[in-house]
Nanobody
């Protein structure tokens, strides 16, 4: 059974840094397409970053390009989202998701099969 669990959320100041991690059971994240998404109440879930299965191809939303980095830590079966220069508008619940069939899931939520429960990120002074 595939399960994803996010961690690392919390409160950060504008301009600060947070690292989110996605841990998996029931699958190897190294061999899976992974996406990070975020959602605020009343808005649609937004794709933030994704990474391809096997190789290291990545995609980022324009709103986070140059500030966020998605990466794998294969030895611990983790995928990280490093978030630099945080802004108040980055405040959201962040989710990781996986697509077990495709090379790259993309930034649309419909491209993913399994989701974590989410972790809250709040950027405020």
């Amino acid at each position: 059974q595939v399960q994803l669990v996010e961690s690392g959320g919390g409160l950060a100041q504008p301009g600060g840094f947070l690292r989110l991690s996605c841990a998996a059971s029931g699958l190897s994240l190294e061999h899976s397409a992974i996406g990070w998404f975020r959602q605020v109440p009343g808005k649609e879930r937004e794709g933030v970053a994704c990474i391809s299965s096997y190789g290291g191809r990545t995609l980022y939303a324009d709103s986070v390009k140059g500030r966020f980095t998605i990466s794998r830590e294969n030895a611990r079966n983790l995928v990280h989202l490093d978030m630099h220069r945080l802004r108040p508008e980055d405040t959201a619940v962040y989710y990781c998701a996986t697509n077990l069939e495709s090379y790259m899931g993309g930034l649309g939520p419909g491209g993913y099969d399994y989701w974590g429960q989410g972790t809250q990120v709040t950027v405020s002074s």
